[in-house]
């Protein structure tokens, strides 16, 4: 899809859990985005550095990345549990970024957010841990419901949650 999007003259981004592919000719910016900030795999690497016997020299540590098209990725920052719980603020962040710039630009656009939080391990933000009583799952469920829900005006380009 974002390459027919890309052809059409639309202005395309992806934010989070990519997961089909990892290597040059498989990044989302080889496939038709422009732009690409997330985790190439699973959400579970977030855990591989806090178990038992993991060792870096063998397996370096999953990274959240950025990437432009025709460009390689770059390593912004370890993905582990201390980052797990704040990457889907972040994604937010940047997709309501990116769509305040095309508005403001009158460029259409594309983007698409696959949000981590649906996944394994269920690690709230911050803000939402212990909040409902009933472990992580629950929390992190509390805090999409508060996070992932924002009301835009692109045209004043003020967003508010």
Avoid: C
Avoid at 12 to 32: C, E, L, N, V
Avoid at 40 to 64: C, K, M, R, W
């Amino acid at each position: 899809m974002p390459e027919l999007f890309k052809e059409a003259g639309y202005a395309t981004a992806m934010y989070g859990k990519w997961h089909i592919g990892d290597q040059p000719g498989r990044y989302p910016t080889d496939q038709g985005f422009d732009e690409w900030y997330g985790i190439a795999n699973t959400t579970d690497e977030a855990q591989y550095t806090s178990q038992f016997g993991y060792d870096p020299n063998v397996l370096e540590p999953p990274q959240i990345q950025f990437a432009t098209r025709s460009e390689l990725p770059e390593d912004v920052k370890e993905y582990n549990l201390e980052t797990r719980p704040l990457i889907d603020r972040e994604l937010t962040e940047r997709t309501i970024a990116f769509m305040t710039e095309q508005t403001k630009a009158e460029q259409p656009f594309f983007i698409y957010v696959p949000f981590t939080q649906s996944h394994l391990p269920p690690v709230a933000h911050p803000d939402f841990q212990g909040s409902t009583g009933n472990g992580g799952w629950a929390d992190m469920v509390a805090a999409g419901g508060g996070d992932d829900v924002v009301y835009l005006d692109l045209r004043g380009s003020s967003a508010e949650n």
